[in-house]
């Protein structure tokens, strides 16, 4: 057993060469992004292969996590317990630029940064997340989002629309906008529907929720709907998209919504806009006309710069919907794959796994989960495997998928953040 | 039925040696996303890291085909055939507690 060790730790080093020292000396990974794509995929090169040079590019000091900030509006979590700090990535050897990357060359193979420095990279690794479209919706700018928030990156703005949901009226109307796919969190907007009227059904009960949706179908459907009839009667109305549901423009000053079919004078209004991928996706060339990533399916390198990785919301992953769990998860994969590349060897194809809860109520969670491998060039779910939560829960099944659903975040946020 | 996955899997693990990391085996590194690599406080899903590699096959045996009653993980299961669930298993039985 001893000698076999270690032949492998030899074979291991030997194997590695290449990686620990190219001709300018340590291989260097830079990371843009400490998101739970990006955090990961920095302290997961730097823990597989310490030699690399690996470095995480990052303008906040705080993250602060969408996952869980719904609950961060039906009050039943404050905004500090979503937020995370840098140390423990520090501490793993992985060195923290604070500040934004402003471009990449994709050819010269270096990242510019805000504070004036340049960044040489062997491999780059992309999870800037999403920005919005401003303007899809007519009305609908940043400006408009102080009045109307999105809260669809989490922070100031999930603590804007919990003060306005607190100031409204007993007996007013909550209207929100969700886009069609493809989207941040896709079962997002159907969770914060619930917890919002968890506790409009406490503090509130005689307002209700309008959700005007550019869809005809959602993520875990009749689950929420099943869910909403159970727990809240009568107080939230969906608006699918051929029944009127498609926001056409809002008026941030009146705070109205208007539809094809309708105007909509809200009390609180919660517009999510259309998405794309972070804005430095575009500017590195690694975004198409969608917007978003394209990327291959094994080590997620993009497939129009060579060189550059990109990973979670902003990257197109096949099957894979943009979520917390997927994020880390490829981030884990590319890490991988990247340590092999730079060794000079072949990674190997994939599996990753992806696995989501959902609120309804702080003790009524749901999920659904998937398995996904390569196929004709993209992730691809594995048949037979994945869905959602039986429609019938027994023995107390909604319950124990909320208390998964919070350890699920206690871990997630300890392996990204330490 | 266990006594006769063990020959299989002993073989598994002298096979995967003390493998790197970066050697894990295909769907292990996303099992950590809920199943911490160490004890995380607080935690309701069970830690999987340092378990008997026969005992993990076994669950996720039983997960895959419903004999045992599951939220995520017979769905999960459904994903591997025996030959990468026993790889995976064996990671994780390699893993240090
Ligand atoms: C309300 C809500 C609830 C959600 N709930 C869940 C859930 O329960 N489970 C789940 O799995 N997912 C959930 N999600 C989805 C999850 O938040 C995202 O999928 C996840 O954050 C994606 O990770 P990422 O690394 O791609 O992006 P992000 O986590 O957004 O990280 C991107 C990072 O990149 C940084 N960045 C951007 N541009 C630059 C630049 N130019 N230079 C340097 N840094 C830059 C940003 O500052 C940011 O820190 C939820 C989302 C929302 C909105």
Redesign the pocket.
Known sequence: MATRRHFLKLTAAAGLAPAVVSAQGKARVVV???????ATAARTVKALQPALDVTL????PV?TS?????SVLADLREIGQQQFRYDGIKGSGVTVAET??TAVDADAKTVTLADGNKLSYDRLVM????DFNWGAIPGYDEAAAQKMPHA?K?GAQTVLLRRQLQAMDDGGLVVMSAPANPF??PP?PY??ASLIAYWLAIWKPKSKLLLLDSKDAFSKQRLFQNGWAELYPGMIEWVPLSQGGKVTSVDPATLTLTTEFATHKASVANVIPPQRA?A?AAQAGVADRTGWCPVEPVAFESTLQPGIHV????AIMGGMP??????NAQAKVCAAALVKLLAGEKPQDPIVINT???LLAADYGISIAGVYRPDKGQLTDVPGAGGVSPLVAVGGLRGQEALYASSWFRTITAETFG | MHRALLPGLASMILLAGPATAADAPPGASSCTGCHAPKKVADSVIPHIAGRKAADIVTFMREYRSGAWPSSVMGRIAKGFDDAQTEAIAAWFAAQPE
């Open positions: 843009i992004g400490g998101g739970f794509g990006g590019v990052e303008p906040n993250y969408c996952p869980f900030s719904n934004s990357a999870s800037p997340g999403i669809w989490a941040r969190c997002g969770e914060r972070g430095i990973l979670g919301d902003a943009k979520s917390a769990f997927a994020a989501c809860y959902s």
